[in-house]
């Protein structure tokens, strides 16, 4: 339908890329909606021609420069800029209904049923299940809504210091009024979860929809081979399924890179797609799952050298090591043996 689409925000080149991804990713599954991205106005033009070519509307907004209510409101809550930029999304009045996506996060079938779902639908947080993930939701643009949202910014702030604070303070009764808006996680599957509850990831990952790369570290921090179809990256930021991060970067090397290399010409730019050399990082092997370099075999052996209390410490601060001790087949490994 013309009047609806999924909606995403770039505020620099890196998440430009990002939203490249995410928008090819809805396209390779023949989506039937619109596709609109929100851009910051530090995104490049050669990013911007990109965008355009994949997005059926590119539209840049700057909360500084956005009328009187959201300019005062910035004003009083600087804090929130980003998140104000965000909540530009209620302005697209022209659509009737749309899915918010952040450009993190990417597409892994069709996912038009969205639309089916009324505001504001959305999946639990891994981190806190009451509340819900501002990655992905499904809302109605409205001039008096956004106004509100605007109002509550100032009044409230953010309780996490960004949009999701602020989206679940507005909508405050997700938890509990209406089910129907409680999107299956699959909607919304963040690789922080796959390690957390293993059995479930197994049980259910394979008819994940959506994929979230949630977390410091994003798959355009890595540098991907095309070559091999390697991945390397710092050890302790590698907190992503391999699988999702390779599908990724297949995606990216093969659809987007190309198009980055029309837009710049002659002008250098940073792909991340690089020849692969051996070095002290992690390697991704598509077939093998994960692949050690030697430092990283050192740095597990300083892990089970590591006390419990240290470990849980690490756990609880996001931090777990999840290529050494807490891998994806270790874990596996030790469910395995209480499950016998």
């Not at 911007?48 to 070519?53: D, I, N």
């Not at 999107?183 to 979230?212: E, R």
């Not at 710092?234 to 992503?240: G, K, L």
Request: proline letters at 4%; aromatic letters at 12%.
């Amino acid at each position: 339908m013309a009047d609806q689409a999924f909606v995403t925000l770039a505020t620099n080149d890196n998440y430009a890329r990002g939203a490249m991804v995410l928008g090819k990713s809805l396209r390779k599954h023949n989506t039937t909606k619109k596709l609109v991205a929100l851009i910051g106005p530090q995104v490049s033009e050669p990013s911007q021609s990109v965008l355009k070519r994949i997005y059926d509307e590119v539209r840049v907004v700057d909360v500084l420069d956005s009328g009187d209510t959201a300019h005062l409101a910035m004003m009083k809550r600087p804090e929130l800029g980003v998140t104000f930029t965000k909540l530009h999304c209620w302005t697209l009045t022209h659509y009737s209904k749309c899915v918010f996506m952040d450009a993190d996060t990417m597409v892994l079938s069709n996912i038009d049923e969205l639309f089916d779902r009324e505001e504001l639908s959305a999946a639990p947080d891994p981190g806190w299940p009451d509340c819900f993930n501002s990655g992905v939701f499904v809302f109605r643009p409205s001039v008096e809504t956004h106004g509100k949202l605007l109002q509550y910014c100032t009044e409230h702030g953010s309780f996490d210091g960004g949009d999701q604070g602020i989206l679940n303070g507005f909508f405050s009764n997700w938890a509990t009024a209406d089910i129907s808006k409680h999107l299956p996680f699959i909607y919304n599957l963040s690789s922080i979860a796959i390690y957390t509850y293993l059995p479930a990831f197994k049980q259910y990952g394979g008819n994940a929809k959506v994929v979230h790369f949630l977390g410091k570290t994003k798959p355009w921090d890595y540098t991907f081979d095309p070559k091999t179809k390697q991945i390397s990256g710092s050890e302790q930021d590698a907190a992503t399924h391999p699988t999702f991060l390779l599908n990724w970067w297949t995606l990216y090397s093969g659809d987007v890179v190309p198009m980055l290399h029309e837009e710049y010409g002659e002008q250098p730019f940073h792909s991340g797609c690089v020849e692969f050399q051996h070095s002290e990082t992690v390697t991704f092997e598509s077939e093998q799952g994960e692949s050690r370099s030697s430092h990283a075999h050192a740095q597990a052996s300083q892990s089970q050298q590591m006390s419990s209390e240290e470990r849980k410490q690490k756990w609880e601060q996001g931090q777990a090591d999840y290529l050494g001790m807490d891998s994806f087949d270790n874990i596996q490994r030790k469910l395995d043996t209480f499950l016998k």
